[in-house]
């Protein structure tokens, strides 16, 4: 299987999953600064996927938005998959 080029690097998807979470929690950059102890522009990075971040730094952010890496994981899958035309036939999907 050939990785498709409109599908983003796993930084970027973990980014912007991040940033989705930050903004439902109504959080600014500031605040989530200082709820995790991540400086502003470390975390500006990760969300635009400028930074292919560790687990542990990833562990600290969801931790400071009272979510886990389950919810994480799920939006980013949820973000990749692609929509079923409504009128097709599980015989005309493309496997």
Known sequence: MTPSTDIHPLPVQLGHA?????LS???KLEELSRLSGLGIATLSHLENGNRDPKLSTI???LTALRSDLYELVASV???NEKP???DASPYDLDL
């Open 18 to 22: 991040l940033r989705a979470l930050r």
């Open 59 to 61: 562990t600290r952010v």
């Open 77 to 79: 899958s949820a973000h």
């Open 25 to 27: 929690k109504k959080l």
């Open 84 to 86: 079923t035309p409504p």
